[in-house]
């Protein structure tokens, strides 16, 4: 039989053994624990990456587009008010030549046209005269002529 005090002895060996092997079976659990934690990151962080980028190409190919139209816009805008502008410049060149035009006629300036026919109408006047003169020339060269015989 054994005694009472190697039964506590042996009672106390027994309950330290159980606590080191629960301190040993928790030890390791935190370890598989962390195991898991760092094969979870692994999976799910390769997971995120792949998200992640398809997310930023998602966003990218957005704002491009988002970019295209707006810079469309703009040039349309653009293209716009440049009409605009020639149009406003054509009417206002156009009302300032009339001014002109009329300023010029009540002073009795004569109009573009109304030169070039006065230009015309010398131009046919000079041959005439030219034709004339010749004319004379060789009528007065021919009485002279007669005149000496």
Known sequence: MTTEPEAATEHESSASETLQDELTEQGHKVWLAG????????????????RLVDRGQEFEEERRSRLKEATEKVREQSDEALAQLEEAGEETQSALSESVNSALEQVGVPTREEVENLE??????????????????????????????
């Open 35 to 50: 195991l898991g934690a760092l094969a979870t990151v692994e999976e799910e962080g390769t997971k995120l990456f792949n």
């Open 120 to 149: 015309d109408r010398v131009d046919r006047l000079s041959r005439q005269v030219e034709e004339l003169a010749e004319s004379l020339s060789e009528d007065e060269s021919s009485s002279t002529d007669t005149d000496q015989e």
